[in-house]
């Protein structure tokens, strides 16, 4: 096969196409009535109160880290099995990162790990935990909102991966990745190789009106235009600048191109799911190939094996044009966290994780060929 197969990819129609081009033709591009739209629409999708639409996945992670109150000496647990921003947000805001080893079965940050850190140090030690639904793969959040209780934690929940992911809770409902029921905040990412593709854009989640409404604020500039919020009002035109904030703001036009992926979000994950069941009927024949573990309600943004031969397999996959990909280097392991006292062998379930871990090629518009091409070739190779 000629055409190079990635690990992701975007899939646009000409519902996206034109729903982008009908916003180009109206008089916002940006701060207008698309941008309320997709928040309330997502909201509905995901099942919370409120949502706030912010420039990307990054920006949604560092205002929700100011909103929580990050700030120099506050200490904040995640995972080392994530993308960089994950962590990189406490660092933002001034905080300190401590990671927490993963679960082998699940890849996603260990309960018990996380139990353990927090018992070795003293009371109130820790601000928050920041949990992410790595590869799709939902997180229960109950079981974190039980833990963070116990210690007076709040909870940020990394769900870029996660969009129409969800996980049954002790009582039998369905709790949707996001939907605030749990966690404080919840981000989505809006990134290409996501569900919902807007090229860029994320989204805040929450239950929490006050938080919302700081959000709000911080995404402007630390700008509020609301009567009701003012110290004084000069008129019709006046606003007013109330704390430091950016310029995180999501436009118009890629919330129209939000808005469009969104009503395709349901049918873009029955096909992922169709994938990643082939990937384990026709995989699981390999006895070198590791497949993952995955419950009713995965996201599948990833479809991870693991391998002996990672790396092989990786470079033999590359010349056959199929471009898998590794999520991820173990963030502890990147030279700037090792520089703050993080060293190699710290944890070992992720490192053993990252020795082994392949992203397969999983997205909507992934063709029966294509994906019929991709498993003749892994079993095709041998060590």
Not at 132 to 137: E, I, N, P, R, S
Not at 288 to 297: A, D, E, F, S, Y
Not at 299 to 307: D, G, K, P, R, S
Request: charged share 20%.
């Amino acid at each position: 096969m000629t055409a190079i197969i990635p690990y992701g990819r975007q899939h646009i129609d000409q519902s996206d196409i034109d729903a982008v081009v009908a916003t180009l033709q109206s008089d916002f591009l940006t701060q207008g009535p698309k941008v309320a739209e997709f928040e309330k629409k997502f909201a509905q999708y995901v099942g919370s109160k409120f949502a706030v639409a912010i420039a990307n996945g990054t920006g949604a992670l560092h205002l929700s880290a100011i909103a929580l109150g990050i700030k120099p000496g506050v200490n904040v647990i995640t995972t080392p099995i994530t993308f960089s921003a994950s962590a990189n947000c406490v660092r933002y805001c001034g905080g300190n990162v401590y990671f927490a080893d993963i679960d082998p079965d699940t890849f996603l940050i260990d309960l018990e790990k996380v139990r353990t850190l927090i018992e070795s140090k003293p009371k109130g030690f820790f601000s928050g935990i920041i949990p992410v639904d790595f590869a799709g793969y939902p997180v229960n959040m109950e079981a974190f909102r039980s833990l963070a209780n116990q210690y007076s934690l709040w909870i940020l929940e990394d769900a870029c991966h996660a969009p129409g992911g969800y996980f049954i809770d002790s009582k039998g409902i369905k709790q949707n990745c996001g939907n605030g029921n749990f966690a404080d905040l919840a981000v989505f990412s809006f990134h290409p190789v996501k569900h919902i593709a807007c090229g860029e854009g994320g989204m805040i989640t929450t239950n929490n009106e006050s938080l919302y409404r700081h959000l709000l604020k911080l995404r402007t500039h630390g700008i509020t235009r609301d009567p009701n919020e003012m110290h004084e009002n000069h008129g019709g035109w006046y606003m007013e600048m109330q704390e430091l904030g950016f310029n995180y703001r999501m436009p118009d036009v890629l919330c129209a191109l939000g808005i469009s992926q969104l009503a395709k979000a349901d049918h873009g994950l029955e096909r992922r799911i169709a994938i990643a069941k082939k990937y384990d009927a026709e995989l699981k024949k390999n006895p070198t190939i590791q497949l993952p573990k995955w419950p009713l309600g995965h996201a599948f943004h990833l479809y991870i094996i693991q391998h002996p031969d990672r790396t092989g397999l990786y470079n033999f996959l590359r010349s056959k044009n199929i471009y898998t990909q590794v999520h991820y280097v173990p963030v502890h392991w990147m030279p700037y966290y090792q520089s703050l006292g993080n060293q190699k062998g710290d944890f070992p379930a992720a490192e053993n994780y990252y020795a082994h871990c392949l992203s397969l090629p999983i997205y909507s518009s992934l063709t029966e060929r294509e994906l019929d091409y991709v498993i003749s070739c892994i079993n095709s190779y041998s060590i």
